[in-house]
């Protein structure tokens, strides 16, 4: 049985960090390339980051370069999203995904696994 569990979210000061892990089971994710997405109300789906099979090319989206870093443990099984300096912008339900195709990494329909997610919350 596939599940990707994620863990770490909860409620932070605007300048705050949070760890956020996401617990792989099911599947190998060495063969998979992973992803961070998340989703405010009433907004769509955005990608946050993404990290290749070994670890080595790790992507983001702009809003977040220079604050979060993906890494993968493929020992593990295990991905986790380091987030700093936290804005109330940051604030979103946040999903971690695998793909095992070879599309865009940060394009969500192309991810073929989804966790359920965690909720942030940055209070300002």
């Known amino acids: 049985q596939v599940q990707l569990v994620e863990s770490g979210g909860g409620l932070v000061q605007t300048g705050g960090s949070l760890r956020l892990s996401c617990a792989v089971s099911?599947?190998?994710?060495?063969?998979?390339?992973m992803g961070w997405f998340r989703q405010a109300p009433g907004k769509e789906r955005e990608f946050v980051a993404g990290?290749?099979?070994?670890?080595?090319?790790?992507y983001y989206g702009d809003s977040v370069k220079g604050r979060f870093t993906i890494s993968r443990d493929n020992a593990k099984n295990l991905v986790t999203l380091q987030m700093n300096s936290l804005k109330a912008e940051d604030s979103a339900v946040y999903y971690c995904?695998?793909?095992?195709?070879?599309?865009?990494?940060?394009?969500?329909?192309?991810?073929?696994?989804w966790g359920q997610g965690t909720q942030v919350s940055v209070s300002s």
């Open positions: 099911g599947f190998i994710i060495g063969n998979y390339r």
């Open positions: 990290v290749e099979w070994s670890g080595r090319y790790t």
């Open positions: 995904a695998a793909t095992s195709g070879y599309g865009h990494i940060m394009t969500a329909s192309n991810y073929n696994y």
